[in-house]
């Protein structure tokens, strides 16, 4: 029981800023426009958010930072695949590019710490929090258990992030921009013809997925490790976009592919040097490869049953 619960709140907090990734995609692929630059938004979110929270000593200016950070490269996103149609593949490759050579230049430039930014001091980090009653229904067997170690002692960020859930469900199928947004991504002639704004609403889908991303960003550096490293994302920003693919473009089933990834790491991480029955010790970049293995499994499967937006990637021209 310790140790599967010990496994499942290490799932929780990987799932994190791939959840949060995977929403912002989902905001903008929604919208009709293809975002493989959740990668890049992500690191520039993780850098200025740990520069800012090292200068600052205040986590919430780090989260701040970062959020400013990763909605200036949606931005720049939407400025060249919405107001110049420009490709929105390569401008997407080009945040991420521009994300993996800036950060490191700027930490050398300021820190001199090899393209890193120093080690947040306890004040200026968001820590665990402890929910009410956790300590005290400890010893309680199994709904105790589950209430103190798996859903106590978790970042703000991870309660955020389980409250957004709901929220961007709601908004995608209930509320009126959500239709707009669909409406948009599916078929934005005939929303254009009924007065809707096509630009206006996909600028403010790759907001509301800029938002998202300086989250995740700022849960790995202000939250995670405690500093900004070089490449810290490592590809999570693509795991989102997978997950996000697996869950046919729905905020639920795109949750779960998350999870699904977020385990399966966190299983990899108990792997290493682990003695197993029969096969023996498995080589650790063996087990490094199981999220990814998992990542190309899952697409063969079912990417070609799921149904993009029909009008993503396909630069938007007024009618006349």
Excluded at 141 to 167: A, D, E, M, N
Excluded at 188 to 194: C, K, R, S, V
Excluded at 273 to 290: E, F, Y
Aim: proline share 5%; charged share 10%; net charge positive.
């Amino acid at each position: 029981m310790e140790q599967w619960l010990s496994l499942l709140d290490s799932t929780i907090r990987v799932a994190t800023p791939l959840v949060l990734a995977a929403l912002a995609g989902m905001f903008s692929e929604r919208s009709g426009v293809v975002d493989i630059g959740l990668e890049g938004k992500m690191l520039v979110a993780a850098f200025a958010s740990g520069a800012a929270a090292f200068v600052t000593h205040s986590p919430w200016l780090g989260l701040l930072a970062g959020v400013m950070a990763a909605v200036s490269m949606a931005m720049v996103h939407a400025f060249v695949s919405v107001t110049y149609n420009g490709n929105q593949l390569i401008s997407g490759m080009a945040i991420n590019t521009i994300a993996s050579g800036i950060t490191p230049v700027l930490g050398l430039a300021w820190f001199q710490q090899g393209g890193n930014t120093p080690q947040l001091d306890d004040d200026s980090r968001f820590h665990d929090i402890t929910l009410p009653f956790a300590d005290a229904l400890s010893n309680v067997p199994v709904l105790g258990q589950l209430y103190s170690k798996l859903l106590s002692g978790h970042s703000i960020l991870v309660y955020l992030t389980i409250l957004i859930i709901p929220l961007v469900s709601w908004v995608v199928y209930r509320s009126r921009f959500g239709l707009r947004l669909r409406a948009v991504g599916e078929n934005p002639h005939a929303a254009d013809t009924a007065g809707v704004s096509v630009a206006r609403v996909r600028y403010i889908a790759l907001f509301w997925g800029g938002v998202l991303c300086g989250m995740a960003g700022t849960f790995l550096s202000v939250y995670q490790t405690g500093s900004f490293i070089k490449e810290m994302t490592a590809g999570k920003g693509f795991l989102a976009l997978a997950a996000l693919i697996f869950g046919k473009w729905r905020p639920l089933p795109a949750v779960l592919g998350c999870l699904l990834f977020a385990f399966a790491d966190a299983l990899q991480i108990r792997l290493e040097g682990v003695d197993l029955p029969i096969v023996g010790q498995i080589p650790s970049q063996a087990i490094q490869v199981i999220p990814y293995v998992l990542t190309v499994l899952l697409l063969a499967g079912f990417v070609g049953r799921a149904v993009a937006p029909k009008a993503i990637g396909v630069p938007f021209v007024k009618s006349r």
